[in-house]
C-alpha cells in the first residue's frame, strides 16, 4: 500500500551533464519491489507540485530512495532539483506501479530496453534479481544521443565482466562509434521468442519498442514497460 512519508536528502551524484542521482533518506520500513516509483511534491517557493520518479537503488539496499533524474531547463521539478541542497526534505507517496521483474517467467532470457533516464527501474531490477536467477540471460540496451549522454556506462561493463549472464549493449543515435549506432529498435534480437521484455523512456520510444517486438511476433503478455510521458 502507498504511504505518504517524508525523504531527506543525504547526497546528490551529476552522473552526466545533464542527469543527477539523489539520494534521500527514507524510513527503514518503507519497502518497495524493484521497477516501482515514487510521488515526489516539489515547492519552488510559490508552488507545489507533484512529479513520479522511478526507484532506482535496489530493495535490498533499505532505508534509501535513489532515482536518476534527467535535468530539463525550465521544468518545474528540475528547477528545483538544480537548487537542492543536503537536508532539504520532501514529502513523498509511494512504492506506486505495477512495472515489476517477471519473478514466475519460464523464459530463459529477459531484456530490459531503455533510453536515458528510462534506466533508473531498469537498474534496480537487474541488481536485484541478476544474482537471484543465474541462470537466466539478462541483456541491457541502452540507448542515447551521445558519449556525452552515456549514464552508468562504466558500471554495467563492470557487472558484465563480473556476471557471465549479463550483457551490456549500447548504442548511440547521433555520434559514430566503434559500438552499436541507431534507435533501440534497430538492435532487437533475431530470435525474440523465450524471452520476456521490459521497456522504458519516453512515449515514443516505448510504444515504438512495443510494436517493433509484437511484429516480431512477441506476445503482448510477455511485454512489460513503463512511460514517462
Ligand atoms: C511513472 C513515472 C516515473 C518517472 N520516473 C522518472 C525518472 O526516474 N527519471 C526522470 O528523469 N523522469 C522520470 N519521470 C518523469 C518525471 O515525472 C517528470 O515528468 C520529469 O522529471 C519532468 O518534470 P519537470 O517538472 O522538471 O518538467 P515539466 O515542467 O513537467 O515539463 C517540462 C517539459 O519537458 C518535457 N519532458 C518531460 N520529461 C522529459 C524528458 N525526459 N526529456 C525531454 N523532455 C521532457 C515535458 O513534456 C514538458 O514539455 C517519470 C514519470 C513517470 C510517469
Redesign the pocket.
Known sequence: MPKPFVGTLVDVEKVSHD?IVPTFKVPHDFSFEAGQ?VVVR?NNGTET?P??????NPPFKKGIIQ??????D????????KKIRNGDEFPMMGP??G?RFDKESSHASHWFICT???I??LYSMIYQYIGEFPSKQFTLLFGTKTKRDLIFYKEFQQLEKENQNFRFLVTLTREEWDGLHGRVQEHLPQDASNTTFYIC??KEMVLGTKDALEKKGVDPKHIRF????
Open positions: 542527469v516509483f516539489f507540485k512529479r513520479s520518479y522511478s526507484i532506482l532515482s536518476c533524474i534527467k535535468l530539463i525550465g521544468g518545474f521539478a528540475s528547477e528545483v532539483l506506486l506501479g512495472f536515458g533516464a528510462g533508473t527501474p523512456g519516453l513503463e512511460r514517462f510521458t
